[in-house]
């Protein structure tokens, strides 16, 4: 009943949020589809700040990507019992949505029902970019703020005003390398992304700032995201011998599986430079990518061997709780998520309400394990530093260890 809510069900309740208050507004839209009972809520005084602060929380929990969900909730879990288990002064109430992975049609269906039955106050997490780009609409129609812990392709808060993002884009650290491997005197390379919109940002935005620096891109290959050998793609880098081969594919088994083939058809003896943003080099997977991971330069915005007190302290607290399971940067981003919560929330006098909220997320800025990252004033996205890593083996474990930096960078279309 809910995925058929019409639009303008929405628009009504957002003209009566003109004389009560939010949440009384949601529950008037949610009677249209639930019956009277969501409705009563109409009669009682506007509550907004009482109670505990209901998050909407859209990410996989099944399936090949379910890592992402776990890594969020246990990057969520780590900070609250480090800040006294509250945000804002208050209590959280975590309603979770799993999508298994792309499925816009899904996302938009969770946002309604989350919205107009669970009456949350907020949306976060977003593994995936066409499911944040999907629920756009919705956020904007019943004025729900999201913010974003993952989902890197560069349009998504421009489908909403009330989306702010806190991860990162994949054109944010992909333009960098771009730079950077110019700056070393490459001159070609073939690039090799995963054929949708967070692929094709990597793509452009490489290509872009390697010609800015005198390099070429003299073949482009896109693969389908799901279900493929990339063995023959490795081959076509190998016949075409560039100076270097740029890739990019969502954490997972795709990156490991293209090192592997790397490896095996001799791509680093043939002189051919592998480079790739720091979804090759997931925390949670790359212990499986061994020898064939070492030597990989990475561009990215953290590493768990990210050198700061912070860090450390977050390492710790979730090394405490999870032992050899480790955290990766959608855990780190989570833990941030709470902590930009709190701070927003401050700021905005405890208001929730997307645009008082929104308004306080604008321009504000925190120290985070990753180190210090700003909510852009007008975009509403990410500004942080991108740290170029190497692959390295210590304590006998591959280990992102950060040489060289870009800082406060921003998506390179906004």
């Not at 974003?148 to 054109?171: E, H």
Request: net charge neutral.
């Amino acid at each position: 009943m809910t995925a058929g809510l019409e639009r303008d069900e929405f628009d009504a309740a957002r003209q009566r949020a003109s004389g009560i208050s939010r949440r009384a507004a949601l529950a008037a839209l949610g009677a249209g589809a639930f019956g009277t009972a969501a409705g009563a809520v109409l009669d009682q005084p506007a509550l907004a700040q009482s109670g505990p602060l209901r998050i909407g929380m859209i990410a996989s929990y099944s399936g090949p990507y379910a890592d992402y969900g776990r890594q969020m909730d246990n990057g969520m879990a780590l900070w609250l019992r480090q800040n006294g288990g509250k945000v804002g002064g208050r209590d959280i109430e975590i309603i979770r949505r799993d999508t298994g992975g792309s499925a816009p049609d899904l996302a938009i269906r969770f946002v309604r029902e989350l919205v107009t039955r669970d009456r949350i106050d907020l949306v976060m997490g977003l593994d995936f970019s066409p499911n944040a780009i999907a629920i756009g609409p919705v956020l904007t129609q019943a004025r729900i703020p999201c913010i974003i812990l993952n989902a890197s392709a560069s349009v998504i808060p421009s489908r909403s005003p009330y989306i702010a993002r806190i991860s990162f884009t994949v054109g944010q650290v992909s333009a960098p390398m771009g730079t950077w491997a110019g700056r070393q005197g490459l001159r070609t390379a073939i690039t090799v992304v995963s054929d949708y919109a967070p692929g094709v940002d990597a793509e452009k935005a490489f290509a872009t700032s390697f010609a800015a620096e005198g390099g070429r891109v003299v073949n482009a290959l896109r693969v389908p995201l799901a279900g493929v050998d990339v063995s023959a793609y490795v081959q076509r880098v190998r016949d075409e011998k560039p100076d270097a081969v740029f890739f990019f594919f969502p954490s997972g088994d795709l990156p490991n599986n293209f090192l592997k083939a790397a490896r095996e058809r001799g791509l680093p003896e043939a002189g051919i430079k592998l480079l790739a943003t720091g979804e090759a080099m997931d925390d949670s997977y790359m212990q499986a990518a061994g020898e064939a991971g070492l030597g990989l330069i990475t561009t990215h915005h953290y590493s768990s061997a990210h050198d700061s007190a912070l860090n450390r302290r977050f390492i710790a607290g979730y090394q405490a709780q999870h032992g050899d399971y480790p955290a990766n940067y959608m855990a780190m981003t989570a833990y941030d998520g709470l902590a930009v919560l709190n701070a927003g929330l401050t700021r905005s006098g405890g208001k929730v309400d997307g645009d008082a909220l929104i308004e306080a997320l604008k321009g504000l800025s925190i120290e985070s394990p990753r180190g210090p990252i700003e909510i852009g004033a007008e975009k509403r996205d990410i500004i942080q530093t991108v740290y170029v890593r190497r692959t390295e083996r210590v304590g006998g474990k591959l280990a992102c260890i950060e040489f060289d930096r870009f800082e406060r960078v921003l998506d390179p279309h906004s």
